[in-house]
């Protein structure tokens, strides 16, 4: 079964518009970190905010926001004011903290930034 | 080092030839990943080093795949009789740990090209 659903293939936003990027995950372990990463063209991965499950509050990072509803198992990343620069694969990925345990990764987002 | 180093950075072999992927990880994280990541896809789990032991390599492909680590550093991901469905970014990341709330440092990937 899938843990990690990205359900939009590619996303669209003006510049200086916020958006938000889905990211639904599955998972038993009451104990687990979900994670936003940023590939642009170039190919390298960019961490870029992280969530525990036992976080009372939502991480903000700049502006990156991190949505977490924990009953509904969403963790979606919200990018306020977008820039050009925004343009990239973004992929979301859950760790769960049951013993060793990987990084599993969503299929990922393609979000296009227009002027 | 400073971050994560993975040599070369670009790779054209034949196929049926064998090649090896260098990862050098971040000094003291003890945690190293290989993952796989096709043209426009996400990113697919490989094998996980904690230390010089790989207790998770479920995501290696065929008995043709193979990795170490030694001195709980570097890490060498061989493949070998390459196909051309091997063509991919082979990434490597390092964490501080195993387990627990920690996320990858990820190299800038070798990209292998079979032909």
């Known amino acids: 079964a899938q843990k990690i659903t990205q359900t939009q293939p590619g996303m669209f936003v003006q510049e200086k518009e916020a958006v938000t990027l889905d990211c639904t995950y599955d998972?038993?372990?009451?104990?687990?970190?979900l994670f936003w990463y940023k590939q642009p063209s170039s190919g390298e991965m960019i961490f870029l905010i992280y969530?525990?499950?036992?976080?009372?509050q939502n991480a903000t990072e700049g502006r990156y926001s991190l949505n977490f509803q924990k009953a509904r198992k969403s963790a979606n990343l919200v990018i306020s004011a977008s820039q050009l620069g925004d343009s990239a694969m973004y992929f979301c990925?859950?760790?769960?903290?049951?013993?060793?345990?990987?990084?599993?990764f969503g299929k990922g987002t393609m979000l296009l930034v227009s002027p | 080092g400073a971050g994560v180093s993975q040599s070369p950075s670009n790779k054209v072999t034949e196929k049926g030839k064998d090649v090896e992927l260098r990862c050098d990880p971040i000094?003291?994280?003890?945690?190293l990943y290989w993952y796989r990541q096709s043209l426009g896809q996400g990113l697919e789990f490989l094998i996980y080093?904690?230390?010089?032991?790989?207790?998770?390599k479920s995501g290696l492909p065929s008995d043709r795949f193979s990795a170490e680590r030694t001195g709980g550093s570097v890490s060498t991901l061989t493949i070998q009789r390459t196909q051309q469905e091997d063509s991919a970014v082979y990434l490597c990341?390092?964490?501080?740990?195993?387990?627990?709330?920690?996320?990858?440092?990820f190299g800038s990937g070798t990209r292998l090209t079979v032909v």
């Open positions: 998972t038993s372990d009451p104990s687990y970190g």
């Open positions: 969530q525990g499950s036992y976080d009372q």
């Open positions: 000094s003291g994280h003890t945690a």
């Open positions: 080093f904690q230390g010089n032991s790989a207790p998770d």
């Open positions: 990341a390092s964490s501080p740990r195993g387990y627990g709330n920690y996320g990858y440092t």
């Open positions: 990925a859950m760790r769960e903290n049951s013993g060793y345990s990987t990084l599993t």
